[in-house]
């Protein structure tokens, strides 16, 4: 029989991160690895990172002169998400902050950046370093969170659509809020369904009146998940009333 071929989304993962969201992460990738064909696409992955029968992917580990085992170039992936406009929202979210653009990203990284003229139409071309540092390079950082996880957010999401384009897979899964956009982008990119692991919401952090980037995120992801797997009954309860999403595609699994 085919084995059912799943890319899962993650956030945090062991050895390099071992609290409640990494350890549920990598139980839920083992016991996927068993049955299907699991392929796993961190922000930040350590060589001992290792799940048998699966491909863990951490983005501060790829080399974008390196060809993957599918004979494609990294480099030329990347290349079309060279630039970002200067006011990226979150996909219709209102309010969420500008994104800062990638001349701006590379003047913080102090990458330079060289301009030519093609066709009458200016644009910019950036080695495969500038590409590395600058975009890589924020993956490189020990933490994963702080005061622009939004950014981070985001650019994962690029990154794992660029990938996400050349691989094969049936089903996407997003763990926890931190993937949502990128589980978002990947199946409108693909056509294929995305099913969302609701770990912790903004609700248990702030509560019931906490609104915002978050809430707006995790509400967008819930609405365009196919499935929705909260750990628990209370927190599908949650995900349906204050969320207002479908209950007939919440489906309770217990960490």
């Given at each position: 029989?085919k084995?059912?071929?799943?890319l ?5 993962f ?5 609290g409640g969201?990494?350890?549920?992460c ?6 996927l690895a068993?049955k299907?064909d699991?392929?796993v696409?961190?922000p930040?992955a350590?060589?001992?990172?290792i799940?048998d029968?699966?491909n863990?992917?951490g983005?501060n580990?790829i080399d974008v002169?390196m ?13 079309k ?5 200067k006011t ?6 209102e ?6 653009s990638f001349e701006e990203m590379v003047?913080?990284s ?6 030519h ?9 950036f080695?495969?370093?500038?590409i ?8 490189h950082?020990?933490k994963m969170?702080?005061?622009d996880?939004?950014?981070?957010v985001?650019e994962y999401?690029?990154y794992?659509?660029?990938?996400a384009?050349n691989?094969d897979?049936d ?11 990128a589980?978002?982008k990947?199946?409108h990119?693909s056509?294929k369904?995305?099913?969302?692991h ?5 609700y248990d952090r702030?509560g019931?009146e906490?609104?915002g980037w978050?809430y ?9 998940a ?6 628990s ?14 209950p ?8």
């Amino acid at each position: 029989m085919k084995k059912l071929k799943i890319l899962k989304l993650g956030w945090e993962f062991p050895p390099l991160i071992s609290g409640g969201l990494a350890i549920a992460c990598y139980g839920i990738a083992k016991a996927l690895a068993k049955k299907t064909d699991l392929t796993v696409i961190l922000p930040k992955a350590s060589s001992s990172s290792i799940l048998d029968n699966a491909n863990i992917i951490g983005l501060n580990n790829i080399d974008v002169e390196m060809s993957t085992h599918r004979k494609y170039e990294q480099e030329e992936v990347f290349r079309k998400y060279n630039a970002f406009a200067k006011t990226l929202f979150a996909y219709g979210m209102e309010n969420v902050a500008a994104y800062p653009s990638f001349e701006e990203m590379v003047a913080t990284s102090n990458v330079s950046t060289t301009t030519h003229t093609e066709s009458s139409t200016s644009s910019r071309q950036f080695s495969q370093t500038d590409i590395q540092k600058t975009f890589y390079g924020r993956f490189h950082l020990d933490k994963m969170y702080g005061e622009d996880v939004q950014q981070k957010v985001v650019e994962y999401a690029e990154y794992v659509a660029a990938l996400a384009s050349n691989l094969d897979f049936d089903i996407i899964h997003a763990h926890d809020w931190m993937t949502m956009l990128a589980g978002i982008k990947v199946k409108h990119q693909s056509g294929k369904p995305l099913v969302i692991h609701a770990h912790a919401l903004s609700y248990d952090r702030a509560g019931p009146e906490a609104r915002g980037w978050n809430y707006d995120l995790e509400k967008y992801g819930l609405e365009n998940a196919d499935a929705v797997i909260p750990v628990s009954r209370y927190t599908g309860n949650i995900i349906e009333r204050h969320y207002g999403i479908n209950p007939a595609k919440i489906f309770p699994v217990h960490n």
